[in-house]
């Protein structure tokens, strides 16, 4: 039979070698033959959370914690504990235990900064956020932190702000470059968006997300050779995406392969359950009006009207009818709905009116 001193050793070594299984059952065994020793609680607690028996080791821990001692290291390990399992308002608990106990430490300031962010508690997340940046700014966790919740409370010059002073502590810091690369496509900054991510490219593999968002850039940018690549990669992978297919068709009407434009801008229209339906249509008519195909102009018109109710679309309805229908009491039709739209565009609603006055005349003769 081993001493307890022989049974201490065994175990430590087995918690240096990671056996935490055999640390466990040895801490174990020492604290039930001897509940006054609070060291083997303490340690078998550890065990059981280093072995992945979280249940064991949060009652062990609840244990030692109404018991008055070890209550720092019970705070932690409790709090990394609930974090761990997503439990937001048992973590929050124990971290401000933690950082109230330690207000010069950053980390525990910074971990309620996210707690409080997860749990939609903006207010919190930003005072704990600022805490930490105050106390260490080169912690680019809480940089990135902070700048996310800049950015969701529509504050993008704060954001590229503190994004900008972060990467001065790391120029090589990916997430923060893919952060403020976001950032910039949402601002419509589309050359620094490209710019942001060309840099980036070579050193981190881009995933869909990041080829749509660096093709959509390109797109707006006129870099269309590298815009059809970037979102025919991302096609591979997100083939029912319609604001892929309808960024590669406006990519190829750019490069003036329009065959090509018109084939992803239909299939943006067939994919599409998006408000932007209608700018899939409105493209789909304006090429084929472009090509004199007017049948499909006048079809195309009439979908992206009865989905986006633009009435401007009426005008290109009215002037596509026009120039197809003999009926012109057709055109007339679109001509007047058009006239008494909302739309302010003063030279369409001064020939709108003038053409409907010249159709009537027509019609009236023709009679």
């Not at 080791?57 to 001692?69: G, N, P, S, V, Y």
């Not at 504990?81 to 010069?104: F, R, V």
């Not at 919740?149 to 790391?170: C, H, P, R, T, Y």
């Not at 302010?344 to 009236?364: F, G, I, M, P, V």
Request: aromatic letters at 14%; glycine letters at 4%.
């Amino acid at each position: 039979m081993m001493s307890y001193g022989q049974d201490m050793v065994m175990a430590e070594e087995a918690m240096q070698t990671k056996d935490y299984l055999k640390a466990l059952s040895i801490y174990n065994t020492c604290y039930q033959n001897d509940t006054t020793q609070i060291e083997c609680l303490h340690k078998s607690a550890l065990a059981a959370y280093r072995s992945g028996d979280n249940t064991l080791a949060k009652k062990q821990f609840h244990i030692l914690e109404k018991k008055d001692t070890l209550l720092r290291s019970t705070w932690q390990n409790l709090a990394s504990l609930y974090e761990e399992e997503e439990n937001p308002p048992k973590a929050i608990k124990y971290y401000t235990l933690l950082q109230a106990e330690n207000p010069d430490i950053p980390t525990f300031a910074r971990k309620l900064g996210r707690l409080y962010t997860l749990a939609d508690n903006f207010t919190d997340a930003w005072k704990y956020y600022s805490i930490a940046y105050t106390s260490n700014s080169r912690d680019l966790k809480t940089v990135k932190g902070l700048a996310e919740l800049a950015i969701s409370n529509n504050q993008a010059s704060l954001a590229d702000s503190i994004l900008l002073e972060g990467l001065k502590v790391d120029s090589t810091h990916i997430g923060l470059s893919l952060l403020r690369s976001k950032l910039k496509y949402k601002e419509k900054e589309y050359s620094e968006t490209a710019q942001i991510l060309k840099g980036v490219l070579g050193r981190y593999d881009f995933n869909t997300y990041y080829h749509k968002l660096y093709g959509y850039a390109l797109v707006q940018i006129d870099s269309t050779q590298m815009a059809i690549y970037h979102l025919t990669y991302a096609l591979q992978n997100a083939p029912r995406d319609e604001k892929v297919h309808y960024y590669l068709g406006k990519a190829y009407e750019d490069a003036g392969n329009i065959e090509s434009a018109i084939f992803y801008y239909q299939n943006a229209t067939e994919l599409s359950i998006a408000p932007s339906i209608d700018t899939y249509y409105r493209n789909l008519a304006r090429l084929y009006d472009e090509q004199k195909n007017l049948p499909e102009a006048i079809a195309n018109y009439k979908e992206a009207y009865r989905y986006g109710e633009d009435p401007k679309i009426l005008y290109y309805l009215a002037r596509a009818s026009d120039i197809y229908y003999k009926d012109k009491s057709i055109a007339i039709k679109y001509y007047s709905r058009y006239i008494k739209s909302s739309d302010d565009t003063q030279a369409y609603k001064d020939y709108a009116k003038e053409r409907k006055r010249y159709l009537k005349e027509l019609n009236h003769q023709m009679k």
